[in-house]
């Protein structure tokens, strides 16, 4: 069962603060989070009000979503399709993303890592020609 409270709770969570400073932030009163956590839902004002200030949306925060709409299509559909995968393939998956991160990801440290292979294929050559 999902409870409103452990969702916001773990958003907040992820992005740094408490559901407290959200609350102030937002003027809505810091004693709501009392009932939420005691299984109350806030009503729909209130919902859209958080959902907003979070860039989220009101379905997610009501737990009618596995994933927030913050991500795009295309992560969307990454995710529904890893979450079928039995855990071997998820696995599989996650070792196809690391090798790609690896090939393509990052730009400035592949060419770091070619210049490294140039510099000793370079040296290694020089001590062949030395020979």
Same mark, same amino acid.
């Given at each position: 069962m ?11 969570? &992820? ?5 407290? +400073?959200?609350?102030? /932030? ?11 956590? +005691?299984g109350?839902?806030? +009503?729909g ?18 737990? #009618? *979503? &596995?994933?927030?709409? @913050? ?5 969307? *559909? !990454?995710? /529904?399709?890893?979450?079928?995968l039995?855990?071997?393939? &998820?696995?599989a998956?996650? #070792? ?7 090939? #393509?990801?990052?730009?400035? &440290?592949?060419? #770091?890592?070619? *210049? @490294? !292979? ?12 030395? /020979?």
């Open positions: 999902f409870m409103f409270y452990d969702i916001l709770n773990n958003i907040c969570k &992820q992005n740094g603060y408490t559901i407290t +400073n959200l609350l102030k /932030k937002l003027n809505i009163s810091t004693s709501k989070s009392t009932a939420w956590k +005691n109350s839902t806030p +009503n004002e209130i919902i859209i009000k958080i959902a907003d200030a979070l860039n989220i949306s009101a379905d997610y925060l009501l737990g #009618r *979503e &596995q994933v927030p709409s @913050s991500l795009s299509d295309l992560e969307k *559909e !990454l995710i /529904k399709y890893f979450r079928s039995d855990n071997s393939g &998820q696995t998956v996650l #070792r196809t993303a690391k090798n790609e991160y690896l090939i #393509r990801g990052s730009n400035a &440290q592949h060419s #770091r890592i070619v *210049e @490294s !292979l140039k510099k000793q294929d370079c040296a290694e050559d020089s001590k062949v020609e030395q /020979k």
